[in-house]
């Protein structure tokens, strides 16, 4: 497995920006899909944006050209640039790392956007 450690996360008006890191504890070269994934009070886990060890991308539909996902393999680390933030973007943030065996969660980022 691999240890994973957000952050980045905050308070933001609507309009802003953050970036969130996602550090993990071992080389993610190797592994096969790193993503993003967001947790509102009440609602279901759900998906924010992966990124494929390929290059491959794939993005909510409520995120998509707002959000953009990248991964550092010389940091072992995952960042999430996201811009023109919403009120509707507030959740926890959690980075995941799967492929093989490994299917590992971070602790989480709380985002918060005012309006």
Not at 90 to 109: D, E, H, L, M, R
């Amino acid at each position: 497995q691999v240890q994973l450690v957000e952050s980045g996360g905050g308070l933001v008006q609507t309009g802003g920006s953050l970036r969130l890191s996602c550090a993990a504890s071992r080389s993610i070269f190797s592994i096969f899909r790193m993503g993003w994934y967001r947790q509102a009070p009440g609602k279901q886990r759900e998906l924010v944006a992966t990124l494929t060890n390929g290059g491959t991308t794939t993005y909510a539909d409520s995120v998509k050209g707002r959000f953009t996902i990248s991964r550092d393999n010389a940091r072992n680390t995952v960042y999430l640039q996201m811009n023109s933030l919403k009120p509707e973007d507030t959740a926890v943030y959690y980075c995941n790392a799967f492929g093989g065996a490994i299917n590992s969660w971070g602790q989480g980022t709380q985002v918060t956007v005012s309006s």
